[in-house]
């Protein structure tokens, strides 16, 4: 018999997420959190569901994770389809099949849940178990963007500016890749300050290329890091810095990006620079493409990076990277 019997499990997932912190009372908050997703609570079923699924403070199962999702799936949950969906997608959990999850995720995205809207898009940018259709798949990323979500904003100025014609418009890819720099998502600045530093369809800008490179580097983006870093090299929109140069290439090149390691070498190389910032360099790099407005390695098909959903989530909610 819980020791929680009789407590309202509404109250009970309120106190389990204000406890899940402090690592003193993770195991009443679980406690707490277990007792009001087995009263069908909704929040505390797909909250526990997350937890069983990510590994956050136990021991990380697909399978138990989606019995949760399911129940909340039941009552309804367009996050749950979603992630019933993924799991198909991915195969954790259960075998895999792209084409049921293609209809989970179908009826989370109609339900207007953005990731679900993004991870359809991409299914039919790519024909993954749908026929390729850019048209489909810009829809999707637009509901998804209307929505706000900053990966959609980026995925729909993408295939703007690729897909040529009517659709074509650098001032209104701009406006949606300066959304998602707003919104903290650093691929936005990438883009940019691609548009800025290649000034096509807008005038060339060294400085503003210069500024979002910058911003995206302080969130860690390897490829703002590659391009600031060339850019201190070859004094564009900055003051000529060889040093500072060589400390952004080298922490893009140790994140597994190519380009940046070239750049580096030959730069380095023509000086007679030794590159030695104390730390040791990997042995392997993950080979990327060469930054590039055209590049379609912007992500991995079934990623969807953290956000905020439209709808309330327990405070530890998380979507897989």
Not at 41 to 69: P, Q, V
Not at 221 to 240: I, N, P, Q, R, S
Request: with cysteine.
């Amino acid at each position: 018999m819980s020791v929680h019997r009789g407590v309202d499990p509404a109250f009970a997932f309120k106190r389990s997420m204000e406890l899940i912190n402090d690592p003193d009372m993770q195991e009443e908050a679980l406690a707490l959190l277990e007792y009001s997703a087995d009263a069908g609570n909704l929040d505390a079923e797909l909250e526990y569901g997350t937890i069983l699924c990510e590994g956050y403070f136990l021991e990380r199962d697909y399978e138990k994770a989606l019995e949760w999702f399911k129940k909340a799936a039941d009552k309804g949950s367009d996050a749950a389809m979603y992630e019933i969906g993924m799991a198909f997608f991915d195969g954790k959990g259960l075998e895999q099949d792209r084409n049921e999850a293609y209809s989970w995720l179908l009826m989370s995205a109609e339900f207007g849940y953005s990731p679900a809207q993004m991870q359809i898009g991409r299914m039919h940018e790519y024909g993954i178990s749908v026929n390729k259709d850019p048209n489909d798949a810009l829809r999707w990323y637009s509901q998804a963007s209307d929505r706000g979500l900053p990966e959609a904003r980026v995925a729909k100025a993408d295939m703007m500016l690729l897909s040529g014609g009517s659709n074509t418009d650098f001032h209104k890819a701009m406006k949606l890749y300066r959304q998602a720099s707003d919104a903290g998502y650093p691929d936005g600045d990438y883009k940019l300050g691609l548009l800025y530093f290649r000034g096509k369809g807008i005038p060339q800008n060294f400085v503003a290329a210069a500024r979002s490179f910058r911003n995206g580097a302080e969130l860690g983006h390897d490829g703002c890091e590659f391009m600031l870093g060339k850019m201190y090299a070859e004094g564009k929109g900055v003051e000529t810095d060889k040093s500072t140069a060589i400390k952004y290439l080298s922490t893009a090149s140790r994140k597994g990006n190519a380009a940046a390691k070239e750049y580096l070498i030959d730069l380095t190389s023509k000086d007679n620079v030794i590159w030695d910032d104390g730390k040791q360099e990997e042995e392997e790099f993950i080979q990327l493409n060469t930054p590039d407005l055209l590049s379609r390695s912007r992500m991995k098909v079934s990623s969807v990076s953290d956000i905020k959903s439209e709808k309330k989530k327990g405070f530890f909610s998380r979507f897989r990277k």
